[in-house]
């Protein structure tokens, strides 16, 4: 899985390509967990182009989610397709995510909260 | 119809093959028993993917053996009249699968999810302990939209 990231106003946009999956899922924590360290704690997890997503690929994300916390920021993600969506609604995480359909749009709520 | 049986190393990486080569037999298989492209219903691929990558991944993570590479996941698939069945076969320890708890949605876990998963999107699941081998069967609908 290709990992790229961009920075936003208040966030990091991490745009994920490929399969997220237990082969890549310690790479997408060491590359957050990297970003934490350099003082980021406010992520957009672009999921537009992740093609496959297990639940060790939804694990890390639960993982992040709460190392960010930790240092009061938050993990939103964007734009995941229907398959993905669907992973995330059976374990019912996608009660403690704020989900978008744009990375722009997650990314311009953390410069503009409610 | 002949058993497909693949061999996949008990490594992460290669663990990943199990899913990708579950998604392209059970797209093969649909087309065979419904005569319809597979991208009719994706649910279907996309639920044998998931439930082999799942099963897979949870072989490979309790590899038992003292050398890793001596481990192996097997993965065969067959049909069953309207159902495709999809065997995976490990040689690590024996466990209870019937006493496997759901996660503790909660708590929100950060793994544990992978036998709650199969049991949600397959239609039958089935653990036997045989012949020094965990076997976990499982079978999904081919729907033929009739």
Redesign the interface.
């Known amino acids: 899985m290709d990992i790229q990231t961009s920075t936003a106003s208040n966030s990091v946009i991490v745009k994920l390509d490929g399969r997220f999956d237990a082969s890549v899922a310690n790479d997408f924590k060491k590359t957050i967990g990297d970003l934490i360290d350099g003082g980021q704690v406010n992520f957009v997890i672009d999921l537009a182009d992740v093609g496959y997503m297990d639940s060790t690929g939804l694990g890390s994300l639960v993982a992040c989610l709460r190392r960010v916390g930790k240092e009061e920021g938050e993990i939103k993600l964007s734009s995941p397709t229907p398959k993905v969506r669907k992973v995330f609604e059976l374990t019912r995480t996608h009660r403690i995510f704020d989900i978008y359909d744009d990375s722009s749009v997650a990314a311009q709520s953390f410069a503009n909260p409610a | 119809m002949e058993q497909l049986e693949l061999k996949i190393p008990a490594t992460?990486?290669q663990?990943?093959l199990g899913?990708?080569a579950a998604a392209n037999i059970a797209a093969a298989y649909y087309r065979i028993v419904t005569g319809e492209a597979p991208e009719k219903d994706?649910s279907f691929i996309?639920a044998v993917?998931?439930a082999v990558?799942?099963a897979c991944?949870n072989s490979?993570?309790h590899c038992s053996a003292d050398i890793p590479e001596e481990c192996s996941v097997s993965v065969c698939f067959q049909l069953e009249d309207d159902k495709l069945v999809v065997m995976i076969q490990d040689t690590n320890a024996p466990f209870d699968f019937d006493k496997v708890e759901p996660?503790n949605?909660d708590e929100?876990?950060?793994?544990g999810?992978?036998i709650?998963?199969i049991k949600?999107?397959m239609d039958e699941v089935h653990y036997a302990y045989k012949d020094g081998q965990n076997v976990l069967t499982m079978k999904k609908i081919i729907s033929t939209g009739e």
Do not use: K, M, T
């Open positions: 992460l990486e663990g990943s899913a990708i994706c996309e993917e998931l990558g799942e991944i490979i993570r996660p949605f929100v876990p950060e793994s999810y992978g709650y998963l949600q999107i």
